[in-house]
T-cell receptor, first 117, second 107 residues
């Protein structure tokens, strides 16, 4: 099966700093990548959808300037949490879809646990 | 289905029994649906998918049923095993997740 690697798997940062999370598709080209946030015992909340070479589409209520998404190549997307605050602490997960846009299985990374202190 | 951040409903079954997990979706135009399994602290894993031109699809020990009339999906797991304990989510092709169900298998 296809592999999606997310890095780092966990990170602790100080309030006010920025953190970058990487999502790589290792053995396929990802036309679309998705970023999620998950709180304990809750579902995955879609934050944004990004297609390679174009701007990400953010879900309602997600701050674009706070959560910067870059999908610069068919194998890499990054999520940068800018000026992080303790309320940004969460589990962030990416997924990548190969092939035709809008359909097909998406493969998930292992997630990044962000703790802001 | 829409991900609304609710606390997860739970389903507890005895090992060896069959499990049925349900999901309602909101977009009648969705034409592709996926079931994922998520274990604690990990990313979701693909279980099975179904396109809207089908109403049933079977995998190994799993069956997905799609009822487009009432916008409802179900995942049936046969002979449930302790390793099946996890949270199960359905997703539409726009990759929005349903609320999820926590399945606990009692030995």
């Amino acid at each position: 099966g296809a592999v999606v690697s997310q890095h780092p798997s966990w990170v602790i940062c100080k309030s006010g700093t920025s953190v970058k999370i990487e999502c790589r598709s290792l053995d396929f080209q990802a036309t679309t990548m998705f970023w999620y946030r998950q709180f304990p015992k809750q579902s995955l909340m879609l934050m944004a959808t990004s297609n390679e070479g174009s701007k990400a589409t953010y879900e309602q209520g997600v701050e674009k300037d706070k959560f910067l998404i870059n999908h610069a190549s068919l194998t890499l997307s990054t999520l940068t949490v800018t000026s992080a605050h303790p309320e940004d602490s969460s589990f962030y997960i990416c997924s990548a879809r190969k092939g035709q846009r809008g359909a097909g299985e998406a493969f998930f990374g292992q997630g990044t646990r962000l703790t802001v202190v | 289905g829409e991900s609304v951040g609710l606390h997860l409903p739970t389903l507890s079954v005895q090992e060896g029994d069959n499990s049925i997990i349900n999901c309602a979706y909101s977009n009648s135009a969705s034409d592709y649906f996926i079931w994922y399994k998520q274990e604690s602290g990990k990313g979701p894993q693909f279980i099975i998918d179904i396109r809207s031109n089908m109403d049933k699809r079977q995998g190994q020990r799993v069956t997905v049923l799609l009822n487009k009339t009432v916008k409802h999906l179900s995942l049936q797991i046969a002979a449930t095993q302790p390793g099946d304990s996890a949270v199960y989510f359905c997703a539409e092709n726009d990759m929005r997740f349903g609320a999820g169900t926590r399945l606990t298998v009692k030995p």
